[in-house]
């Protein structure tokens, strides 16, 4: 019996003493304020009164963010004159902390149970009007009318259109009001409203850029530029008669498949790779020998050079011909096209083979339509092209590499189909494009009588082939490295 009641005895004075050590965790638990309370939209549970004053100051204190669709604008609350009435803030908190009982609390506090969360809006004041002032100046700096697209003539970008926009202050007004009163949450997606679309960029835009890039070289640029997929066309001085150079080896090689009966043979492979990747103007001559011994029954250049000439007169290039071959030291016959008897405008043109931008390009145009299988040149010679000797032909051009030039302007992941040329006062490259999005024609040349044409030439190619990638990659644009520092 006695020792059951010194079991009692030992038993409460645990049971006390627990009683007393909890009751001491529990009056320092007091002293903050209770997990879950949210001051005006900031938790501050688990902090003293004085931690929770400053953080909730801190917070008031503190810009509003404002977002203009991508503009970041801060509106401090001075601006406004937005007063905090912090008493009443307390005075409220207080006042809820008591609405549970001292023995209510502890028992929960032993059952390891918080009171319910607290949750107090805030009580301010600010001034309506200066809010709608400093809304109306937001508006006044960022609203604007429609833009059209634009193209950019430093860095050879384009930027697209954009609608008209204009920000709604009115819907907006409570939105920014209900930011200030929060210490929580004190960002704020302002209400813009948009117009209608703008119009779409147009080849127009491309081909003001270019004008503009060229403005100030003393000497004649040709383009033709043509977008393979839907037909979009750009023409730069594309009837001007230019040097034709190494460009007509582009035809010779044509006129060398269409006599073909399935691949070529050896010594027609070799030539047609020198003629094309290294340029050859021994190898071309012999490729037009060939041209005239199977089509003419002539083994001769001149005879090769008459079929090419029919033959480009039948695809409708008027503008372009060979009056002998290449190298060829005695004087040519003369040749009158459309373009050379111009008198407005002259590139003073190599008598013994001509071209221009337009007719360059179409015929790299045909090359591609008959490489998937369409075209002019199955038209005009049915049974004698394919589609896999079109597909040749490109392989051929693609293997052609000059890292200047156009594709000096280019990036990695466009491909060059070209045949380019050079003469003293005339430089050129014709370019079938091939980029992940969309392929494209692109033949410019250029022409300077006076001093060394380099120096001009290539940046101009550089510069176009840049802005043509880029007309078709507005949002991913290539801007060289250097160039984007």
């Known amino acids: 019996m006695k020792g059951s009641k010194f079991f009692l005895f030992v038993l409460c004075i645990i049971i006390l003493l627990y009683l007393l050590y909890e009751l001491s965790g529990y009056l320092h638990y007091k002293t903050l304020v209770p997990e879950g309370t949210v001051l005006a939209g900031l938790d501050v549970g688990g902090l003293t009164e004085e931690q929770a004053r400053a953080r909730v100051e801190e917070a008031f204190s503190t810009p509003v963010v404002l977002y203009y669709e991508d503009e970041e604008i801060k509106l401090h609350p001075r601006r406004v004159e937005f007063r905090l009435n912090a008493d009443a803030l307390w005075d409220e908190l207080a006042r809820r902390r008591t609405e549970t009982s001292p023995l209510k609390g502890f028992g929960l506090y032993l059952l390891d149970q918080g009171p319910p969360p607290i ?10 009007p200066k809010l709608v002032q400093f809304l109306d100046g937001v508006a006044q700096e960022y609203d604007r009318g429609m833009r059209s697209p634009q193209a950019d003539l430093e860095t050879l970008t384009f930027r697209p259109g954009q609608p008209a926009r204009w920000l709604n202050v009115e819907a907006s007004q409570p939105l920014v009001a209900a930011a200030i009163h929060s210490a929580g949450e004190r960002e704020v997606e302002l209400v813009v409203e948009q ?9 127009s835009l491309l081909e003001d850029l270019i004008q503009r890039r060229v403005a100030e070289f003393p000497g004649i640029v040709g383009v033709f530029f043509k977008n ?9 001085h594309g009837d001007v008669a230019y040097a034709g150079m190494s460009i007509l ?8 498949y269409r006599w073909l009966e399935g691949e070529p043979g050896e010594e027609t492979t070799k030539l047609l790779r020198e003629t094309m990747i290294t340029s050859g103007n021994f190898t071309a001559n012999l490729l037009l020998r060939q041209i005239g011994a199977q089509q003419a029954g002539n083994d001769s250049a001149y005879a090769g050079i008459a079929v090419l000439n029919d033959s480009l007169q039948r695809l409708g290039m008027v503008n372009t011909f060979m009056a002998t ?3 060829a030291q005695e004087p040519p016959p003369r040749y009158v096209t459309p373009a050379n008897s111009r008198t407005d405008l002259t590139t003073e043109p190599d008598p013994y083979m001509q071209t221009t931008p337009f007719d360059a390009g179409r015929i790299l145009e045909m090359v591609y339509n008959l490489s998937k299988g369409g075209g002019t040149l199955p038209a005009a010679y049915p049974g004698q092209l394919t589609a896999e000797e079109g597909q040749a032909m490109i392989e051929l051009m693609l293997q052609n590499h000059e890292a200047i030039l156009l594709e000096g302007g ?3 992941d466009a491909r060059l189909a070209h045949k380019h040329g050079y003469v003293a006062d005339t430089h050129a490259d014709a370019a079938i494009v091939f980029t992940p999005e969309v392929d494209f024609v692109l033949a410019v040349f250029i022409y300077y009588e006076q001093g060394w044409l380099g120096q001009h030439s290539l940046p101009l190619f550089a510069d176009i082939a840049r802005a043509s990638y880029n007309y078709y990659h507005v949002d991913e644009p290539y801007v060289p490295v250097s160039e984007d520092k």
């Open 119 to 128: 949750e107090v809006p805030v009580e301010g004041r600010y001034n309506e």
């Open 228 to 236: 393979l997929e839907t037909g979009e066309e750009l023409v730069i």
């Open 195 to 203: 117009g209608t679309a703008p119009p779409l960029a147009d080849v």
């Open 249 to 256: 080896k582009v035809p010779i090689m044509i006129e060398t």
């Open 410 to 412: 280019l990036p990695p």
């Open 325 to 327: 071959p290449y190298d």
